[in-house]
Nanobody, 126 residues
Framework: QIQLVESGGALVQAGGSLRLSCAAS????????MAWFRQVPGKEREFVAG????????GYTLSAKGRFTISRDSAKKTLYLQMNNLKPEDTAVFYC???????????????????WGQGTQVTVSS
């Protein structure tokens, strides 16, 4: 129904910024709630930010509040994550995900999402 491809990951110094993109193809993006997750070796994949189908509702994990902004552009079929004031603990592979089942809001658990991208590496040096 949909394919997701992340991009924008890079090596940056602490305090720097990155914008991640998730380009979608296939089904109209507006029917999916979307989210960003991240994962480090040996750890569970964790929720970072979520956004509702129409973009009216967003949510963030505590460590991301005030630093990250999730947004979506239905015309471009793209999900974004603007990350400012990056910290070494942000280092991870970031994944975008899509959920067709939720009609409003967003979910914060991996099992709630049906489609995933391949991931993009974000490395923050101290």
């Amino acid at each position: 129904q949909i394919q997701l491809v992340e991009s924008g990951g890079a090596l940056v110094q602490a305090g720097g910024s990155l914008r991640l993109s998730c380009a979608a193809s296939g089904r109209t993006l507006s029917v999916y709630s979307m989210a960003w997750f991240r994962q480090v070796p040996g750890k569970e994949r964790e929720f970072v930010a979520g956004i509702s189908r129409d973009g009216s509702s967003t949510g963030y994990t505590l460590s991301a509040k005030g630093r990250f902004t999730i947004s979506r552009d239905s015309a471009k079929k793209t999900l974004y994550l603007q990350m400012n004031n990056l910290k070494p603990e942000d280092t991870a592979v970031f994944y975008c995900a899509a959920d067709w089942r939720r009609s409003s809001g967003w979910g914060a658990q991996t099992y709630e999402y049906d489609f995933w991208g391949q991931g993009t590496q974000v490395t923050v040096s101290s």
